[in-house]
């Protein structure tokens, strides 16, 4: 990334100082608008997408607001022909996760146990460390060098991920969709870091996530819960009856000593399974591996996260019922990428008591009754509604324009597009005070300096490691919470610097993959022509007088776009 010189420094700092001063809007009136004007229009668009072109205000003007927004509410009515197109050339969108295990993932797993193995150490054990980097140094070339090439096809699955996920918010017309596609896999959050998890993410956003985020949120709900990628992330996929996993370990007893014929061919059968001698030292491992009782990781994260919320209304006896009901819903095979299984001899039988309410349905319906119990409960109403409040209109969410959000959820049975409509129809929405009252997460912004400038887009690599520059690792968010959609997470002087630099390396070329033609948009105009271009297209004609003063010590064409991109107007939305 390009520095920022002493120079262009002191030009900006009245922009970054800017950026921390600004407040946010803190009440907004119950009127709505009646009249269509283009700061409305801009602020639509910011908020439903990832940020307006000249073309998409043209758009709004001639469709009228309710158009658009039932428009973008249904996104199966708009061709995304030209994003399919731009996604053609990626090898792994597509693919099921025990492909990917297979493709991309096993080779390095088989590879780095025959190097361990070469060198004296247990080819049972996954290796860590200085040996997962590939950097034994007695390590023979030939196989370093193996290995070097299989962690660079490993690479592909997660760039392609952050590719298509970048090149999706910057072209689609479906920008709604992306935005909710965002929001929704950043509430069921899930870590791309934690072992496997990362071969199942390309699944769990394609068919877990997208398919239902303008859909029943009992759907969206059952989708991730039944989700390999959720199931290893928050451990549920180990969880088991206490009793089950006595005797799971009575099974391993009598394969280890060959007791009986039901020791033996306990034994024949695992042998089977490992495709090699069931050794004590591979019973051992398999032992230590075993689960060892309830886990409630997930009973936990279900109901403070994904639906009641922290004051929701449950206690840790409910979070241990819960994570009873889930017993048994693990995964088939986690590292050759294994889909979602229920194994019944884990489950813990017998009624849960869950919120006041008997649940008795057995096996795998447990869970299933806990899942609908959640999604219907008063106080997922209010917990969703307030979330997506909080994306769509402040960080302090108005608390009537909740209540109307969480009565549609109630009313509608969870329907997501209707609860969306509620907020995006509201005054509240729609008012002047809630107008860049959000500051754009490093995701945001970069996606919206993209479209901003008709970024060409030709490789979005690089884009990808620009926002995790910014703070901003996508898929890589380590705590259930995901990342945080409020400013005071994202303002503070070295993030806005490091924003500042990102304009600089996207306005002068220096984005690799990425074309700018500023000349073509301003029709190389001269330096005051080019402000003028800045503030009317890049602010929307809502630049400060500060801004405006920090514009004019500007003299070339690039430098005037990137202070504008820095500028505190940019920065919200």
Same mark, same amino acid.
């Given at each position: 990334?390009?520095?920022?010189?002493?120079?262009?420094? /002191?030009?900006?700092?009245?922009?970054?100082?800017?950026?921390?001063?600004?407040?946010?809007?803190?009440?907004?009136?119950?009127?709505?608008?009646?009249?269509?004007?283009?700061?409305?229009?801009?602020?639509?668009?910011?908020?439903?997408?990832?940020?307006?072109?000249?073309?998409?205000?043209?758009?709004?003007?001639?469709?009228?607001?309710?158009?658009?927004?039932?428009?973008?509410?249904?996104?199966?009515?708009?061709?995304?022909?030209?994003?399919? =197109?731009?996604?053609?050339?990626?090898?792994?969108?597509?693919?099921?996760?025990?492909?990917?295990?297979?493709?991309?993932?096993?080779?390095?797993?088989?590879?780095?146990?025959?190097?361990?193995?070469?060198?004296?150490?247990?080819?049972?054990?996954?290796?860590?460390?200085?040996?997962?980097?590939?950097?034994?140094?007695?390590?023979?070339?030939?196989?370093?060098?193996?290995?070097?090439?299989?962690?660079?096809?490993?690479?592909?699955?997660?760039?392609?991920?952050?590719?298509?996920?970048?090149?999706? /918010?910057?072209? %689609?017309?479906?920008?709604?969709?992306?935005?909710?596609? #965002?929001?929704?896999?950043?509430?069921?959050?899930?870590?791309? =870091?934690?072992?496997?998890?990362?071969?199942?993410?390309?699944?769990?956003?394609?068919? /877990?996530?997208?398919?239902?985020?303008?859909?029943?949120?009992?759907?969206?709900?059952?989708?991730?819960?039944?989700?390999?990628?959720?199931?290893?992330?928050?451990?549920?996929?180990?969880?088991?009856?206490?009793?089950?996993?006595?005797?799971?370990?009575?099974?391993?007893?009598?394969?280890?000593?060959?007791?009986?014929?039901?020791?033996?061919?306990?034994?024949?059968?695992?042998?089977?399974?490992?495709?090699?001698?069931?050794?004590?030292?591979?019973?051992?491992?398999?032992?230590?591996?075993?689960?060892?009782?309830?886990?409630?990781?997930?009973?936990?994260?279900?109901?403070?996260?994904?639906?009641?919320?922290?004051?929701?209304?449950?206690?840790?006896?409910?979070?241990?019922?819960?994570?009873?009901?889930?017993?048994?819903?693990?995964?088939?095979?986690?590292?050759?990428?294994?889909?979602?299984?229920?194994?019944?001899?884990?489950?813990?039988?017998?009624?849960?008591?869950?919120?006041?309410?008997?649940?008795?349905?057995?096996?795998?319906?447990?869970?299933?009754?806990?899942?609908?119990?959640?999604?219907?409960?008063? %106080?997922?109403?209010?917990?969703?509604?307030?979330?997506?409040?909080?994306?769509?209109?402040?960080?302090?969410?108005?608390?009537?324009?909740?209540?109307?959000?969480?009565?549609?959820?109630?009313?509608?049975?969870?329907?997501?597009?209707?609860?969306?409509?509620?907020?995006?129809?509201?005054?509240?929405?729609?008012?002047?005070?809630?107008?860049?009252?959000?500051?754009?997460?490093?995701?945001?912004?970069?996606?919206?300096?993209?479209?901003?400038?008709?970024?060409?887009?030709? #490789?979005? %690599?690089?884009?990808?490691?620009?926002?995790?520059?910014?703070?901003?690792?996508?898929?890589? /968010?380590?705590p259930p919470t995901g990342y945080a959609d409020t400013a005071d997470a994202w303002v503070n002087t070295g993030a806005l610097v490091n924003r500042m630099n990102f304009a600089i390396d996207l306005t002068a070329n220096?984005?690799?993959?990425?074309?700018?033609?500023?000349?073509?948009?301003?029709?190389?105009?001269?330096? #005051?022509?080019?402000?003028?271009?800045?503030?009317?297209?890049?602010?929307?004609?809502?630049?400060?007088?500060?801004?405006?003063?920090?514009?004019?010590?500007?003299? #070339?064409?690039?430098?005037?776009?990137?202070?504008?991109?820095?500028?505190?107007?940019?920065?919200?939305?």
């Amino acid at each position: 990334m390009l520095t920022v010189s002493s120079a262009f420094r /002191a030009a900006a700092a009245p922009v970054i100082a800017g950026v921390l001063l600004l407040a946010p809007a803190s009440t907004v009136p119950e009127a709505r608008p009646t009249a269509l004007d283009d700061a409305t229009i801009v602020h639509v668009l910011e908020r439903v997408g990832f940020g307006a072109r000249v073309e998409d205000v043209a758009r709004v003007r001639e469709l009228g607001l309710d158009r658009y927004l039932d428009e973008q509410l249904h996104p199966e009515r708009l061709s995304d022909a030209d994003v399919r =197109g731009r996604l053609a050339r990626f090898q792994t969108l597509s693919l099921d996760s025990s492909t990917i295990a297979e493709r991309y993932y096993a080779p390095l797993l088989r590879e780095r146990r025959a190097a361990k193995k070469s060198a004296g150490g247990d080819a049972g054990t996954p290796a860590s460390g200085s040996d997962a980097a590939g950097a034994r140094a007695d390590m023979d070339p030939a196989q370093r060098a193996r290995l070097r090439e299989l962690r660079e096809t490993g690479r592909l699955v997660m760039d392609e991920l952050g590719e298509q996920k970048i090149l999706r /918010a910057v072209y %689609s017309p479906r920008q709604l969709e992306e935005v909710l596609v #965002d929001f929704w896999f950043n509430h069921f959050n899930v870590f791309a =870091g934690k072992g496997p998890v990362r071969g199942y993410l390309t699944e769990y956003e394609r068919e /877990a996530i997208r398919p239902h985020v303008l859909g029943r949120f009992r759907d969206l709900l059952g989708a991730v819960a039944k989700s390999p990628a959720m199931l290893f992330y928050l451990d549920n996929w180990q969880s088991v009856d206490p009793q089950a996993a006595e005797e799971m370990t009575r099974r391993l007893d009598r394969m280890d000593d060959g007791s009986g014929a039901r020791g033996r061919i306990a034994r024949r059968r695992l042998e089977q399974r490992l495709g090699a001698p069931a050794t004590p030292d591979a019973v051992a491992q398999i032992k230590q591996r075993m689960p060892r009782g309830l886990n409630e990781n997930y009973a936990r994260e279900l109901m403070e996260l994904h639906t009641l919320g922290v004051g929701g209304g449950y206690t840790q006896a409910d979070v241990m019922e819960v994570a009873r009901a889930f017993t048994g819903w693990t995964i088939h095979g986690p590292r050759q990428g294994g889909g979602y299984a229920f194994e019944a001899r884990r489950h813990a039988k017998g009624p849960k008591t869950v919120l006041g309410t008997t649940i008795d349905a057995g096996g795998e319906g447990d869970g299933e009754a806990v899942l609908d119990l959640l999604a219907a409960h008063p %106080s997922t109403a209010t917990f969703i509604a307030t979330k997506l409040t909080r994306r769509f209109v402040a960080d302090e969410p108005p608390p009537a324009l909740v209540r109307r959000a969480a009565a549609t959820f109630t009313s509608s049975h969870g329907d997501l597009r209707a609860v969306v409509r509620t907020i995006l129809t509201s005054p509240e929405f729609l008012s002047a005070e809630a107008r860049r009252a959000k500051v754009k997460t490093p995701f945001e912004f970069a996606v919206g300096a993209l479209r901003a400038t008709r970024a060409d887009v030709a #490789d979005a %690599s690089a884009v990808v490691q620009q926002v995790r520059a910014l703070g901003m690792p996508l898929y890589f /968010a380590q705590p259930p919470t995901g990342y945080a959609d409020t400013a005071d997470a994202w303002v503070n002087t070295g993030a806005l610097v490091n924003r500042m630099n990102f304009a600089i390396d996207l306005t002068a070329n220096r984005v690799s993959g990425v074309h700018v033609d500023l000349a073509a948009l301003t029709g190389g105009s001269n330096a #005051d022509g080019a402000r003028a271009w800045a503030i009317a297209h890049l602010l929307r004609g809502q630049a400060s007088d500060t801004t405006a003063a920090t514009l004019a010590r500007a003299t #070339d064409l690039p430098s005037i776009a990137a202070l504008a991109l820095g500028s505190p107007e940019f920065q919200r939305r």
